[in-house]
């Protein structure tokens, strides 16, 4: 099977932070365009950030731009997200999965929906 599984949620004040893991089971990821998006309940989902690794290329929604980062030390099975300063509305589940090269630019269309894992429920508490 080819999937992407988000770990490493929690529960967090306001300013805290978080690291959370994609991994990958079944490709790695560097060959692909991985994408973080999360859902808060009552709420739409939301693609929060992606990484085009061939080309080094990231984006951030405005929401999370300046707090959230892609670090460099992905390896071949795992993407990481390090979210910096959370903010109670930064409360949601968190998921990754494969998405088009149009993440770039802000446009979240996910190619494969069977690398869609289960998400890491992240809580700021304010």
């Known amino acids: 099977d080819v999937q992407l599984q988000a770990s490493g949620g929690g529960a967090v004040q306001n300013g805290g932070s978080l690291r959370l893991s994609c991994t990958a089971s079944g490709f790695n990821v560097e060959d692909y365009i991985i994408g973080w998006f999360r859902q808060a309940p009552g709420k739409e989902r939301e693609g929060v950030s992606c990484i085009v690794s061939s080309v080094g290329i990231t984006y951030y929604a405005d929401s999370v731009k300046g707090r959230f980062a892609i670090p460099g030390d992905n390896d071949k099975k795992t993407v990481y997200l390090q979210m910096n300063s959370l903010k109670p509305e930064d409360t949601a589940v968190y998921y990754c999965?494969?998405?088009?090269?149009?993440?770039?630019?802000?446009?979240?269309?996910?190619?494969?929906?069977?690398?869609w894992g289960e998400g890491t429920q992240v809580t700021v508490s304010s």
């Open positions: 999965a494969k998405v088009s090269l149009q993440c770039a630019w802000g446009n979240f269309i996910i190619e494969d929906m069977d690398s």
